[in-house]
Antibody, heavy 125, light 109 residues
Framework: EVQLVESGGGLVQPGGSLRLSCAAS????????MNWVRQAPGKGLEWVSY????????YYADSVKGRFTTSRDNAKNSLYLQMNSLRAEDTAVYYC??????????????????WGEGTTVTVSS | EIVLTQSPDTLSLSPGERATLSCRAS???????LTWFQQKPGQAPRLLIY???NRATGIPDRFSGSGSGTDFTLTISRLEPEDFAVYYC??????????FGQGTKVEIK
């Protein structure tokens, strides 16, 4: 079964840094774009970042732009999120999710089809 | 930024009843970008519907999606006990950011 497993979460002080990892297995990781999505405690989902398969295209939500950096290592089947200058409002469960692009009857469809179980980041003094 | 507003915030229904969830966008966009997810407490979101109306692999046919432009709907024809959860719509594709709705909680009446 296709699997994504996040790691690296923990407790960090405001202004600190943390690096999250997402390990992919049972699919050809290098062929897929990936996303990070987060969910603050008791809140809804927020898209954070996107990286395409060869790392040439990377997007960020305005809320993390300039502080977070997304990267990947296709040889290691891994996705990363480097988080700097962390704030209390960055406290959340962080999920990695696989991007799918599908063509049906000449229409292009885009969606996130596989998600990890998430890793928890808590920013607090 | 395109804002997605889901209604109602909470839907109280009994098993066997029909659930109709709405997702309204602040601007029109392609229906190929509209996705629905189900999330249960302590779990990751699960893909239900993509392209507004296409069921994902393994999703029961009691789940259906419809809509276009700015108005989208997720329908659960007959609620099973395992369907009580929070449901999110998302626009994924086109201009960024790729936002989610705030969620609709379907709870047991």
């Amino acid at each position: 079964e296709v699997q994504l497993v996040e790691s690296g979460g923990g407790l960090v002080q405001p202004g600190g840094s943390l690096r999250l990892s997402c390990a992919a297995s049972r699919f050809t990781f290098s062929k897929y774009s990936m996303n990070w999505v987060r969910q603050a405690p008791g809140k809804g989902l927020e898209w954070v970042s996107y990286i395409n398969s060869d790392s040439r295209t990377i997007y960020y939500a305005d809320s993390v732009k300039g502080r977070f950096t997304t990267s990947r290592d296709n040889a290691k089947n891994s996705l990363y999120l480097q988080m700097n200058s962390l704030r209390a409002e960055d406290t959340a469960v962080y999920y990695c999710a696989r991007d799918r692009e599908e063509i049906l009857l000449d229409y292009y469809y885009y969606y996130m089809d596989v998600w990890g179980e998430g890793t928890t980041v808590t920013v607090s003094s | 930024e395109i804002v997605l507003t889901q209604s109602p915030d909470t839907l109280s229904l009994s098993p066997g009843e029909r659930a109709t969830l709405s997702c309204r966008a602040s601007q029109t966009f392609s229906s190929t970008y509209l996705t629905w997810f189900q999330q249960k407490p302590g779990q990751a979101p699960r893909l239900l519907i993509y392209g507004a109306s296409n069921r994902a692999t393994g999703i029961p046919d009691r789940f259906s999606g419809s809509g276009s432009g700015t108005d989208f709907t997720l329908t659960i024809s007959r609620l099973e006990p395992e369907d009580f959860a929070v449901y999110y719509c998302q626009r994924y594709g086109g201009s960024r950011p790729w936002t989610f709705g705030q969620g609709t909680k379907v709870e047991i009446k």
